[in-house]
């Protein structure tokens, strides 16, 4: 069984991520400044903010259709791997589907990008 690189919803996307590659960044989400015991100012760690974004060209359509289709909710289940797998709810994504070509009136292809934002991973507030 292969390891899960991207898994958006129920739309497996490793392979295709895997081959054109996917930006996976992360950056700790601090609380409210607070003076220690020491009279040192400190911040608390809440969390962590994670962006996604990835581009894919020339994906069948009916490929295309599922990863439009898993984006349109407002909270979505990611699985990802960033070398760690990590499974967070995402905000809706921004997609733009751009019609890349036509093989035949029944063979159509898209360049599909992506960016998505999981605002908090963590403990929260």
Known sequence: M????????SVDLSMIAEQEGV?????PVYGEKFTNVLGKERKKLIGESIDISAEFGNVP???AKKIVNACENDNIPVEFKNPNTVTAIF???????VPSFAASEDE???NISLSMVCPLKGDGL
Not at 2 to 9: F, N, R
Not at 91 to 97: E, G, I, K
């Open 2 to 9: 292969a390891a899960v690189i991207l898994k958006i919803g």
């Open 23 to 27: 930006r996976i960044h992360t950056a």
């Open 61 to 63: 359509e009916e490929l």
């Open 91 to 97: 905000d809706r994504p921004s997609v733009d589907a």
């Open 108 to 110: 159509r292809y898209w």
